[in-house]
Every structure is written in C-alpha cells, then in structure tokens.
C-alpha cells in the first residue's frame, strides 16, 4: 500500500513542477503549399486565431522558429504593428471561400473536418491525417468528400520537455476549446447554408469539434478569449446533415452534461448525430498508468472516451432527452490510445465510419443507425 501511495504521489507531484510545459504545435512556414487534392488546412494558434498562408500569399509572413527552440505566442500579439495588419476575418473569409469553390470544383458532396488530439507536433497531425484520408477512407469508396485538416496548439512532447504528456496536458483543454468556439466555428458559420459535414476526431480533437458547435463549460479563471466578428454562444442552425465520429473522445462534463443528471441537449441543435468509440481498456482517457488509477480531476475529465458507467450514464440522459438516435455508441476493447490501433479493429472502426458516411458498408455485426 506504501508502494502504490509513493507511486501516485510521483505522478502528481508532475503538475506541480517548473520547466514541465510540453512544445506548442506551430506550422511550418510551408504548411498551406503543395496540400493534396480535395484538401485545405487551416492552422488556429492557442487563442483560435487562424494562422496566414505560407509564403506571404495573405500578406504576412510566418512568424519564424528558432532552432531547437518552441515558444508561445498569439498571433494578435505577434502581427500588432505588421502592414498590412493581421485580418483574422479576412482570413476566414478566404479560407472558407476555397472550401466552397473546391467542393463545388471536385463535386464533393460533404465537407470533412479531420481533428486529431493533444500532445501532437505539426508532423504528426499530417502523418496521421495523410493516412486517415488515404488509407482508411478514400479506399473504402465513399461518397465525394472534401477534406479539411484542423491543426490546433495540441502541445507535444519534444526535446527537453518532462517526458509524461499528462504534465502538460492541462493547457491543452484550454487550446482545443479556443480551436473551436473561436476558430473553427468561425469557418463553419461561412459555409453556404445546407453544406453537409463530418468532423472525425480522435481523443481532444473531440473538443474542438464540440466547442465550434456550441461554448463549452471552462474551468474556473478561464475565459473566451475570442476576437470574433461574429459572437454568439454556439453555431447557428444552417448547415444540412452534420455528424460527429469521435474515437476515444477525451472529454466529460463541460462538453456533454451541463449537471449530474443533465446532458448537454443543446449540442444537437446543429448535430445530428455523434457516434462515439469508446474504451474502458485505453489508459490515457482512463488514466490508468502502472496500475494507478488517477482520479479525473487532475489533468482533466477525459470520462466519455473510457469510462464505461460514464458513457451508459450519458446515454440514458441523452434517451431521456429523446436523443437516443442522435448519441449512439461502440465498445472498443484494446489497451491503446493510438488512433491506428483503434482502426485495427475493423468491424468497429468501420461502424463508426459508415455511420459518419464516411465509407461503404456498414460492417458485419454493426449496431448504430444513421
């Protein structure tokens, strides 16, 4: 017993250290060039402000990055005397413009909004999306798709960095909630009314999908910190059908349940549907690490993504709310947390998918409707 209170003394004693802050996930200066086809992607920086395109083709050059070095910044702050000025709306509004004229170009008939979670460098977010859309998707034989790639200040692990993500993962649900409600739902209140949409996330990225939808509940002495034209407290009701596939979600109360016994019914007033790959054997949304349990609310409640008294807890108050089509979800059943290993596990992984009409199917044996 002395040995498991030594032990999770340790893991705690993670938040309280200096110098453990992970790297933020800034863009290469080349990160708009040479995206493949079907493809935009669109950089928010930690406040959810949206980052210009390389090369100056906005008019503004890429803040640089020092070798061997990764420091925070806001670009409001970093662009506050640069001419032509930082345009945030402006920024949007060309984003969105190449979303439409892309999708009608290609005959795509839905827009997909790919989000990975926390502790990911730019690299890694491209990797992951890279194979996501090629290898998972475009190989299955969907419908016409159009891709958008989010990069968010997801916070990784790097040289120098304390070697145990969970450190620093604290800042990480304050970033993804900004991405959302302060930059992603800024680009969907530009898309032409009736466009249909699927966010597929994985762990936070399950955030930024639900903060664009309508504002989560942050922590006590955080505040959104938006520069919005538009503000609001969630996303109008204009775009057609809009999906939400989110593996492991690393989220709870804030994001699905505005009390105990109260599910957060206002998300579906934009979502139709959220499908939900939940696994009661993935240590980082259980925080379950050497055989300590961690309690939830150190680094944050991650409950609907392995939680599994949770997740039938928020099923029932979504059936109360005569939701019970519109929250669906799948067991999953592998010690993991990498998104591959999830897609490994083909017949639950493609249920989520065709659910998000995102491949053919569905597959053998698959529970969710759609």
């Known amino acids: 017993m002395r040995v498991l209170h030594l032990g999770l003394t340790s893991i705690l004693l993670v938040f309280a250290l200096p110098g453990c802050a992970g790297f933020h996930t800034l863009p290469p200066s080349s990160y708009s060039q040479a995206a493949p086809a079907k493809v935009e992607r669109i950089a ?15 008019g503004l050059e890429l803040p640089p990055q020092p070798p061997n070095r990764n420091v925070a910044f806001a670009l409001r702050t970093f662009y506050a005397t640069s001419q032509p000025p930082y345009d945030r709306e402006a920024l949007l509004d060309k984003a969105a413009d190449r979303i439409v004229t892309n999708m009608r170009a290609s005959k795509a008939r839905r827009v997909v909004f790919l989000i990975k979670g926390f502790n990911n460098s730019y690299a890694e977010f491209e990797n992951e999306y890279a194979w996501i859309r090629d290898e998972v998707i475009l190989a299955n034989q969907p419908e016409p798709l159009y891709f958008v790639q989010v990069y968010w200040d997801a916070i990784h692990r790097g040289r120098r960095t304390f070697p145990a993500p969970l450190a620093y993962f604290a800042d990480s649900l304050t970033y993804s909630n900004h991405a959302g409600d302060c930059g992603l739902r800024d680009v969907l209140r530009r898309l032409p009314p009736g466009t249909d949409v699927t966010f597929l996330t994985h762990s936070r990225g399950a955030a930024v999908a639900l903060a664009a939808i309508s504002d989560p509940k942050y922590d006590e002495g955080i505040t959104n910190a938006c520069q919005s034209s538009m503000p609001g407290h969630s996303l109008p009701k204009q775009l057609g059908d809009v999906r939400l596939v989110a593996f492991a979600p690393a989220i709870g109360d804030g994001h699905v349940r505005a009390g105990v016994d109260e ?39 991650t409950r609907l993504g392995g939680n599994e008294g949770y997740v039938r807890h928020v099923d029932e108050l979504f059936e109360k709310e005569k939701l019970r089509d519109s929250f669906q979800v799948v067991r999953f059943d592998r010690r993991s947390h990498d998104w591959r290993d999830y897609i490994a596990l083909q017949d639950s992984a493609n249920c989520l998918l065709w659910a998000g009409k995102l491949v053919a199917g569905p597959s053998p044996g698959c529970t969710l409707s759609r």
Request: charged share 30%; glycine share 12%.
């Open 263 to 301: 599910a957060r019914a206002d998300i579906f007033a934009q979502l139709d549907r959220f499908y939900v790959g939940y696994n009661p054997n993935d240590p980082a949304v259980t925080k379950k690490y050497f055989g300590i349990n961690i309690p939830d609310r150190f680094g944050g409640d």
């Open 44 to 58: 928010f920086d930690q406040d959810g402000d949206p980052y210009p395109r390389s090369n100056g083709a906005d």
